[in-house]
Each structure stands twice: as structure tokens, then as C-alpha cells.
């Protein structure tokens, strides 16, 4: 069964243990507690960590040991998962049966090449991996060297580094050392090396090795060892002739069930908790300060005369988010959040303020600025069947952490076949004010990756009902906050935002305004913008608006957009992102041929300039204007009599500034 569910697998067929979607870089059974393979070298460097974290976390019995290659160790994800594994906070800070550290042990295979490259004398410096435990931490990762062509060595180590995983002294590393004879994939010549060299580490070799050892020593006869031969490649044959054989183990038929790849692009379940028993907290909900607080305030931005409330007394769209997360922290035992300041400091922009009082450490913790090891031990963690909200602090981040992002995170549910499950949502914001590295919107890059959910609410009601969607769901949201409204009230929803914990689906845009003339299509903080020049639209030029607020990225669903379109005619579609690549013109392409009979103009799009984000003082002149849409709309949409346009949207300043890439 195992030889043969890895073997179709392998041959991509539907019979495999994940359907053939894994493949032979991805394949694993859970069962066995083997989890997946990478393709990406290193890239389960932090997973791991993950793994780690939720058995010591979830108090789930045995260790986490990380395969790795030689290779591997030249690669952030690694060393920064090394760093997360081996905190101090874990023996300093973390109380009682959480004290200690990770159950985790790299296991280095050190087979004496990357791809071409030889880590020893060549790419790497350090001659030994086991050496570099000694930078880790001040038990130098219980590091140690050992024959990896000697079974029994291995397995006297590996009862070593158990026992210290075992008394909570982890994290432990093992350089086990091996060789590769064969290159690294069939495109490898392998021409960076000799015969005689491949020829003298063979005669070492374990197979060959230990079986002259054991005959010598007369414990197992030659005999027996060619039965056991036979026994292996006639098991091996027959798994691999049943595992290429179509009538047996076809392949995932896409012309039957076109849409059977697209049912496992995401799990779609409701899942309030992953676990069914208490949380460990700290106090009771409403012994909390900050709720205590917040409850003193008014929850909509009016007061009964219609006057705005002042904002230390008015409920923010940060507490709406501070809401929906400590609901889920009571209610999910499993749920974990980490990142920068994350703990004490009350997060980056006070999200958090008051979870400190009411989260045990193990729950709610600062780790190092390392966002490969936050997303990709998110990754790890869900994976192992916990929650996770991690925080990059700012969308510019994202880069730090691009494969976890955009090649672990959105891979597995699919990659599986719907066995793992991926509910992580990953809080990013979107800066202002601090220039070219910590101001800019990417939510373009993460809607372009199959696989993540992708949401940007702009008021206080929007966020906390997102966030307890997607709190409550199983599959990865990358859930983009502006840095530049984290203050405003709710005006839009008539009572205010709820005490009581509420959900809004993800993928639902929502009318902010009513209006008969020209559609907004809004992303993120540009609806305030969107409804100033909504009021200077009708004040100064008598042209209705309606402003939607599109909430959600991916997915999204256009009946409410096509639906103004057809009563309009006419619509502009914004966001802070640069205009170029911008989901802002995927969102228009879609409505140009949805609502291509009902438009009396193309769909104009309204996103930042192609630039690098300028300083505060200059910001004016490169986010998206309230005045900006009447520009747009008058140069692309419909002229508007009499009317001067102070920035250019003409068809030859289009042309310039794509011909100059700006």
C-alpha cells in the first residue's frame, strides 16, 4: 500500500496519496507523521519550527526532526528557522510545563554537494554544518558529527538528541554525513566531479559496508540477503507496474471533472476552533482592561444630533480587529499569534493592546525580524492542525518572506489533496508617511498567487466581521490593514459595530453610497478619498455617485459592481497601489467584459503613480486625489463643461509615461 500510494503518486496519478498533485518532490503520509517534502531547497527550515511549536504548544507527544541537505544551510528560511527554534523566551519567559525548549532536531544530510557546488572548500565556509550550532545558541544546538554510513552510529546519535528533545533542551543539531552519487536531477551532467572520487565513497557505502559486517560477524547469512533482494525489486516492480498502468491508476481526468483542481484550491470550511477543549488564558473576557474600555465607547462615528463623536470616545476600526481576535483566543485553544512587538508593545499600530493581560506567553509572543521563520513556521504550525495569526507589520515585508508567501502558504491544501488544511491569516499593513520602503500597497502580488485569500477592509464593522470569517475558516488570508485608518469610526452601518461577534463573507463588495451616475469601485483606505470626490462630484458638477467598497480581492464577486455598472454607465475603479500590474486593472478588465454593453466609457482606473512612495510632505502628489477622480473622469470618461483638469490623463500622457516605464 505505502510503496504503491507513493509510487502513483510519483507517476502523477489519481490513485497517489494526494491524488498526483504532490508529485515526486511533495510527496507524504501523515499517518507515519511524515509530512511533506520540499521543492524548494531549505524551505523546510521553518516549517518545521511550526511543527515544533504546535506540539510543544498543544502539549502533543514525540519530536519534530528536520531533513535538510548540506545544501540547504546557504538559505535564509533555515537559518532564521534555527533562530526561531532556539529562543530564549522559551526557557526565560514561558511558564510553567511550556518552560523549555523546542522538540525540534536538524538533521543535516550532509551528502558533500548542493546542486554543482561543493559546500565544503567551495560555496560555504563554515567545513563542518555541525559547527554552526555554535552561533545559535550557547549549547551550540548540542551539535555533533557522526557517520552517516554507519547504522549503528546513527542510531546511537539519534538516541542522544532524543533524550535532549525529551528533557526539553532543544532545539539539537545533527550532522549526519553521507554522499550523492547520482547528480542533482536528470538536467545535472555531472561533470564537477570524478569517478574515482564516486568510486571510493562507494566502497564505504552502508548497503555494501554494514552487509559484509554483519556477514562477517555471522549474524545474517549472504543468503538471506539475496532473498531479501529478490523480495525488494520484485515489491518495487510490481508497485511500479501497477502505478504506470492507466486502467489501474489513471491519471486526475480534466476533461470529465474540468473543475476538479479547482475544488482544492481552497477548503472552504467553517471551523470555529480546531480543537475541542479549554484555552489557556489569562483572565476572564470582561475582566479585561482594554474591553473594560472599550466597552465605555460609542460604536458608531455620530451622535444622536448627528455630530461627530471625538475619537478617544469612539469605537476604532483597531478594536473592531482587537474584538474578533480575543473572541477567537477564548474560543480556539489552538489559535497562536507571533510576529514583531507583537506582545508587550500592544502590536506595532495597538491591535493588540490588552492581549498581553489576558494571552499566556505560549500563545501570544515577539519573535526575532525574521519573516521567512514567521510565515513559513505559520505554514508548519497549521499544518500540523493549529491557527495561526502572524503580523509582517508592514506590507513592504512581504519580500522578506516571498517563498513562504507565495510558495508554501498557498500550495498545500492543493498539493495534498485537500488532506492539510491552511488557517493562517497572515496581518499586513499599508503604510503612509515613511517613504519608499514602508508605504506601499501589495496586495497586487498576493492576489496574483492561486491559492490565498486576499482581503482589505476599510471601516471598523468591515474589519471585525472579516476577521472572524476568516478566524473561522481553514484556508490562508492575507488580510491587508491601512495604516492610515486604524483611527476612523463605522458611519456606514446603521447601529454601529456589534458587541456580539458577527460574520461577513469574504468576496462580498459592499454599497457605501448610493448614487445613479458614475460608479467608485474602492480599494482599501482610498474609499474616503473616493467618497470626498463623490461629494465634490455632486456638489460642484451635479453628478450622482456611488461609491463600493470592494472589501475582499480574492475571491470576488462582481454581481453587486455589474449590477451599478448597468444603472451607471460608468465607472472608476482605485486604489493606493501603483497602477501598473495593479488588481485594480484585473478588477477592470473583468468589468469591461462583464458590463461591456451597459458601458458608455471604458473603465477608468485610478491607482498611484508608478514611482518609488516619496516623502510624507510629497505624498499628496502620488496617492491617488479626491480631486484625481474628477481629473480621470473628465479626460477619460466623460468631459465635463467648463472644467479645467489639474492632473493629466490624457491619451499623450498615457503614452509618455508608459514609454518612459513611470
Given at each position: 500500500?505505502?510503496l504503491?500510494?507513493?509510487m502513483a503518486?510519483i ?5 497517489g ?10 510527496t507524504f ?12 531547497v531549505?524551505?523546510s527550515?521553518?516549517?518545521s519550527v511550526?511543527?515544533a511549536?504546535?506540539k ?7 519530536v ?13 528560511p533555515?537559518?532564521e ?23 525540534i532536531l536538524f ?8 546542486m554543482g ?5 567551495e ?6 554544518p ?5 552561533g545559535?545558541n550557547p ?15 546513527v542510531i546511537?546519535a ?6 535532549i528533545l525529551r ?6 543539531l545533527?550532522?549526519?554525513i553521507?554522499?550523492?552519487?547520482s547528480?542533482h536531477?536528470p538536467?545535472d551532467?555531472d ?5 574515482e572520487?564516486?568510486e571510493?565513497?562507494?566502497?564505504e557505502d552502508?548497503?555494501a559496508a554494514?552487509?559484509r559486517q ?9 543468503a538471506?540477503?539475496a ?5 525488494v525489486?520484485?515489491?518495487?516492480t510490481?508497485a511500479v ?7 489501474v491508476s489513471?491519471r486526475m ?5 474540468p473543475?476538479?483542481i479547482?475544488k482544492?484550491?481552497f477548503?472552504?470550511?467553517r471551523?470555529p ?10 483572565q476572564k ?6 474591553v ?5 465607547k460609542e460604536?458608531?462615528a455620530f451622535?444622536?444630533a448627528?455630530?461627530?463623536?471625538s475619537?478617544n470616545k469612539?469605537?476604532?476600526l ?5 474584538e474578533?481576535?480575543?473572541d ?12 514583531e512587538e507583537n ?6 499600530f495597538?491591535v493588540y493592546r490588552?492581549?498581553t ?9 515577539n519573535?526575532?525580524?525574521s519573516?521567512?521563520?514567521?510565515v513559513g513556521?505559520?505554514?508548519g504550525y497549521a499544518?500540523?492542525g493549529g ?6 507589520m ?10 513562504e508567501?507565495f510558495?508554501?502558504l498557498?500550495?498545500w491544501?492543493a498539493?495534498s ?5 491552511m488557517p493562517?491569516v ?8 515613511y ?7 501589495w496586495?497586487a502580488l498576493?492576489a496574483?498567487?492561486p491559492g490565498l485569500?486576499v482581503?482589505?477592509?476599510a471601516?471598523?464593522?468591515d ?6 470569517s476568516?478566524?473561522?475558516g481553514t484556508?490562508?488570508v492575507?488580510?491587508f490593514e491601512?495604516?492610515r ?10 447601529g454601529g459595530?456589534?458587541?456580539a461577534?458577527?460574520e ?10 448610493v ?9 482599501g483606505?482610498?474609499l474616503?478619498r473616493a467618497?470626498?470626490?463623490?461629494k465634490?462630484?455632486e456638489?460642484?458638477h451635479?453628478i450622482?455617485v456611488?461609491?463600493?467598497?470592494a472589501?475582499?480581492l480574492?475571491p470576488?464577486?462582481?454581481a453587486?459592481?455589474v ?6 454607465g ?6 493606493d497601489?501603483c497602477d501598473r500590474?495593479?488588481?485594480m486593472?484585473?478588477l477592470a478588465r ?6 461591456f454593453?451597459?458601458?458608455d ?7 498611484s503613480r508608478?514611482w ?11 496617492f491617488?486625489?479626491?480631486?484625481w477622480?474628477?481629473d480621470?473622469?473628465h479626460?477619460?470618461?466623460?468631459p465635463?463643461?467648463?472644467?479645467v ?6 491619451d499623450?500622457?498615457l503614452?509618455?509615461?508608459n514609454?518612459?516605464?513611470v
Amino acid at each position: 500500500f505505502l510503496l504503491y500510494g507513493a509510487m502513483a503518486e510519483i507517476f502523477a496519478r489519481d490513485t497517489g496519496f494526494n491524488r498526483g498533485l504532490g508529485g515526486s518532490m511533495h510527496t507524504f503520509f501523515t499517518p507515519f507523521g511524515i509530512y511533506p517534502n520540499n521543492a524548494i531547497v531549505g524551505g523546510s527550515g521553518a516549517i518545521s519550527v511550526g511543527a515544533a511549536l504546535f506540539k510543544k504548544i498543544n502539549r502533543k507527544p514525540g519530536v519534530v526532526v528536520c531533513n535538510i541537505g548540506d545544501g540547504a544551510m546557504g538559505r535564509g528560511p533555515v537559518w532564521e528557522g534555527m533562530g526561531l527554534a532556539a529562543m530564549d523566551q522559551f526557557r526565560t519567559l514561558w511558564e510553567g510545563d511550556m518552560k523549555g525548549g523546542l522538540p525540534i532536531l536538524f538533521n543535516v544530510m550532509n551528502n558533500q554537494y548542493a546542486m554543482g557546488g561543493q559546500t565544503r572548500g567551495e560555496t560555504m565556509g563554515y567545513e563542518f554544518p555541525a559547527r554552526i550550532g555554535a552561533g545559535v545558541n550557547p549549547e551550540q544546538m548540542h551539535a555533533e558529527r557522526v557517520d552517516g554510513y554507519n547504522p549503528l552510529a546513527v542510531i546511537e546519535a539519534m538516541g542522544r538528541k532524543l533524550a535532549i528533545l525529551r528533557e526539553k533542551n532543544g532545539p539539537a543539531l545533527l550532522d549526519t554525513i553521507t554522499y550523492r552519487y547520482s547528480g542533482h536531477s536528470p538536467s545535472d551532467a555531472d561533470s564537477y566531479r570524478t569517478n574515482e572520487e564516486k568510486e571510493l565513497w562507494q566502497q564505504e557505502d552502508s548497503i555494501a559496508a554494514f552487509r559484509r559486517q554483519l556477514v562477517e560477524a555471522k549474524l545474517v547469512k549472504e543468503a538471506d540477503f539475496a532473498a531479501a533482494d529478490e523480495s525488494v525489486v520484485r515489491t518495487v516492480t510490481d508497485a511500479v507496474r501497477l502505478a504506470i498502468d492507466p486502467a489501474v491508476s489513471p491519471r486526475m481526468n480534466l476533461d470529465v471533472a474540468p473543475d476538479a483542481i479547482e475544488k482544492l484550491m481552497f477548503s472552504n470550511e467553517r471551523r470555529p476552533k480546531m480543537e475541542d477543549r479549554p484555552a489557556d488564558m489569562l483572565q476572564k473576557r470582561e475582566d479585561n482592561p482594554r474591553v473594560q474600555q472599550i466597552a465605555k465607547k460609542e460604536r458608531f462615528a455620530f451622535d444622536a444630533a448627528g455630530k461627530p463623536v471625538s475619537k478617544n470616545k469612539v469605537f476604532q476600526l483597531r478594536d473592531g480587529l482587537f474584538e474578533a481576535i480575543l473572541d477567537k483566543f477564548y474560543e480556539d485553544p489552538t489559535l497562536v499569534a507571533y510576529g514583531e512587538e507583537n506582545r508587550d508593545w500592544g502590536g506595532a499600530f495597538a491591535v493588540y493592546r490588552g492581549l498581553t493581560e489576558a494571552v499566556p506567553y505560549h500563545r501570544l509572543f515577539n519573535t526575532p525580524i525574521s519573516e521567512a521563520a514567521i510565515v513559513g513556521s505559520a505554514v508548519g504550525y497549521a499544518m500540523s492542525g493549529g491557527r495561526v495569526i502572524c503580523e509582517l507589520m508592514y506590507a513592504d515585508f512581504l519580500g522578506c518572506a516571498g517563498d513562504e508567501v507565495f510558495n508554501q502558504l498557498p500550495k498545500w491544501q492543493a498539493m495534498s489533496a485537500g488532506i492539510l488544511k491552511m488557517p493562517v491569516v497572515l496581518r499586513v499593513s499599508v503604510g503612509s508617511k515613511y517613504g519608499a520602503q514602508h508605504s506601499q500597497d501589495w496586495t497586487a502580488l498576493c492576489a496574483h498567487v492561486p491559492g490565498l485569500k486576499v482581503v482589505f477592509p476599510a471601516t471598523p464593522y468591515d474589519a471585525k466581521g472579516l476577521m472572524v470569517s476568516a478566524l473561522n475558516g481553514t484556508d490562508p488570508v492575507i488580510f491587508f490593514e491601512s495604516q492610515r485608518i486604524y483611527d476612523v469610526a463605522e458611519q456606514f452601518h446603521e447601529g454601529g459595530v456589534p458587541t456580539a461577534s458577527y460574520e461577513i463573507p469574504i468576496g462580498e463588495p459592499d454599497v457605501k453610497k448610493v448614487g445613479k451616475d458614475l460608479t467608485i469601485l474602492s480599494i482599501g483606505a482610498t474609499l474616503y478619498r473616493a467618497l470626498e470626490a463623490a461629494k465634490i462630484f455632486e456638489e460642484k458638477h451635479g453628478i450622482s455617485v456611488e461609491v463600493i467598497d470592494a472589501r475582499s480581492l480574492v475571491p470576488f464577486n462582481y454581481a453587486k459592481v455589474v449590477e451599478s455598472v448597468k444603472k451607471t454607465g460608468k465607472i472608476i475603479v482605485a486604489g493606493d497601489a501603483c497602477d501598473r500590474g495593479s488588481y485594480m486593472s484585473e478588477l477592470a478588465r473583468n468589468i469591461g467584459d462583464l458590463c461591456f454593453d451597459d458601458l458608455d466609457a471604458p473603465v477608468a482606473v485610478l491607482g498611484s503613480r508608478n514611482w518609488i512612495t516619496p516623502a510624507y510632505e510629497l505624498e499628496e502628489h502620488f496617492f491617488p486625489q479626491p480631486g484625481w477622480f474628477v481629473d480621470i473622469f473628465h479626460e477619460r470618461i466623460q468631459p465635463i463643461p467648463g472644467y479645467v483638469a489639474k492632473k493629466s490623463f490624457t491619451d499623450v500622457e498615457l503614452i509618455r509615461r508608459n514609454k518612459l516605464g513611470v
